[in-house]
């Protein structure tokens, strides 16, 4: 097992990660709110976590994650409100369409997925004991955190009291409260509004409370890792600590990594400037899911990372040159034996992509090392420098590369033999001189994203991925 080095934003400092249970990382990663589709910002949290989780398990650790579902929250109501939905009408499409996006992305999935509804006596029981000791108060209904009962508010965010207060409009909810950073932990039922019984009247949780109670549900009271995008630093994440450390008097989570911000062509994206991506626009204009994984993948978590469609149109191409290699070593004439040099070298780039990774998850590093490979393997290849051996020990590491990248191909909806019988046919078809129907069969395999080449060995063929469209 092999140490990984992260950035923890709790301390403001690179650390070694280390699991309370020696090889065990307990995960926590805040979850969608599922009343619309995920856009490209939110999968780029959920890709580099993925990220994350591939890279702690290839390093040799086990990761029990658990990722929420909150469905019942402000944005949701409203929804069903104004469409006069139930609750889960409102909600299960868009569960549904995540658990989708989550696999056309190649994410693995987490080992919990609680959803907010189904854990409201333990959020009940969380605010209990706030209650008793003595860390909120009651308005119109609504329980909320007195957060000047807390004194390392702030810590993680790193703001002292006076910036909070300046800041003034920190919780979105209307209810009366004493000191506006104070937040609300159950919100008082209105009509019309789905509401669960409590010690404190009919209500429903405030969204914080839900992580916090789930977190610790699943996780124990503390446990190792935290993330989520640097918005949810403050207020969100801030006010789990106040309500987890408030009840328990223990520490909640002992290092925080959080990603930094999604622009597209260089701005920020929002509705209003009509840059706004959902995962599923971008598929449906042809784009290449394991493209877009890439793209998401290929900046460092810490930096914001400019979506442009020319740079989707570079991820295109990188994962299409991981296919011709993978088929290239497929097809390639057998000639026995190894070449000592370049098993050699993929030791070395191997090392090279582990370390990367490990030094807080320094993608170019581990990106470069890879491309560095498939490079050298073409050059070898060009000069049918590269044996039987080497050629599977090469494609044992495309796979081990794979493990952590998730970009390489998967089963296709066409199976191979049904294009071998296709190039097939249209070779017999060329050879008694039918060249209508040989183009005839050439169109029909262009047109499923099959690139035909004559050579003098015969026809090959290989899979081109979509390009897609770009926005008008
Ligand atoms: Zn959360």
Known sequence: MSEMRIYNTLTRQMETLQPDEPGHVRLYTCGPTVYDFAHIGNFRTYVWEDLLRRTLKLLGMRVTQVMNITDVEDKIIQKMVSQELTLEQATEPFIEAFFADLDALFIERAEEYPRATDHIPEMIALAQELVAKGLTYESKGSLYYRISGFDSYGRLSNLDN????????????????????????????????????????????????????????????????????????????????????????????????????????????????????????????????????????????????????????????????????????????????????????????????????????????????????????????????????????????????????????????????????????????RAAKDFAEADRIRDELTANGIQLEDTPQGTIWKRMLSRGSDPD
């Open 162 to 429: 006076r910036e909070l207060k300046s800041g003034a409009r920190v919780d979105s909810d209307e209810y009366e409260k004493d000191d506006a950073r104070d937040f609300v932990l159950w919100k008082a039922a209105k009509l019309g509004e789905p509401s669960w019984e409590s010690p404190f009247g009919p209500g429903r949780p405030g969204w914080h409370l839900e992580c916090s109670a789930m977190a610790m549900k699943f996780l124990g009271q503390t446990f190792d890792l935290h993330t989520g995008g640097v918005d949810n630093i403050f207020p969100h994440h801030e006010n789990e600590i106040a309500q987890s450390e408030g009840a328990t008097g223990k520490p909640f989570v002992r290092y925080w990594m959080h990603a930094a911000h999604l622009l597209v062509e260089s701005e920020k994206m929002a509705k209003s400037k009509g840059n706004f991506y959902k995962l599923r626009e971008l598929l449906d204009r042809g784009h290449d899911a394991r493209a877009v994984r890439l793209l998401l993948l290929s900046t460092h978590y810490r930096t914001p990372l400019n979506f442009t469609f020319s740079a989707l149109e570079r991820a295109t191409g990188e994962v299409q040159r991981l296919d011709d290699l993978a088929s290239r070593l497929e097809r390639e004439a057998d000639y026995e034996g190894r070449n000592e040099e370049f098993d050699g070298r993929m030791v070395q780039l191997k090392a090279e992509f582990e370390a990367s990774l490990a030094d807080d998850l320094n993608i170019s590093g581990a990106l470069g090392a890879l491309f560095r490979l498939v490079r050298e393997a073409n050059v070898a290849l060009d000069k049918k420098a590269l044996p039987l051996d080497s050629r599977r020990g090469l494609q044992e590491a495309l796979l081990w590369f794979d493990s952590v990248l998730g970009i390489l191909e998967r089963p296709a909806d066409e199976p191979d033999e049904k294009i071998d019988d296709l190039v097939r046919r249209r070779e017999e078809a």
